[in-house]
């Protein structure tokens, strides 16, 4: 939903002004999810991405303390190859 620039002229209220902002920041915010899944794929569903052990159809981590693993090795190499 790509926010519409007012006319010049058109003087918009607090409410829309606050709903305008509000789109921009969702706007930004998914198009961020995006990149980052482009960017940064998971794994195959219905396989922890962790592990590699089997787990739910749809998830991509056995349990909590594997996605966090996961995520917490990912951000050390993304530190890694940026410095």
């Known amino acids: 939903m790509a926010s519409e620039v007012p006319e010049p002229r058109e003087r918009l209220g607090p409410d ?3 709903q305008r902002t509000a ?4 706007e ?3 198009a ?3 990149r980052r899944a482009q960017r940064d794929p998971l794994g195959v569903p ?4 962790n592990c590699g052990e089997r787990c739910l159809p749809t998830a991509v981590y056995c349990d909590a303390d594997c996605r966090e693993d ?3 090795r990912e951000r050390k190499r993304l ?3 940026v410095a």
């Open 16 to 18: 829309d002004e606050a």
């Open 23 to 26: 789109d921009l920041f969702v």
């Open 28 to 30: 930004e915010a998914r």
């Open 32 to 34: 961020l999810q995006r």
């Open 46 to 49: 219905g396989v922890c991405s």
């Open 70 to 72: 996961h995520e917490a």
């Open 79 to 81: 530190r890694g190859a």
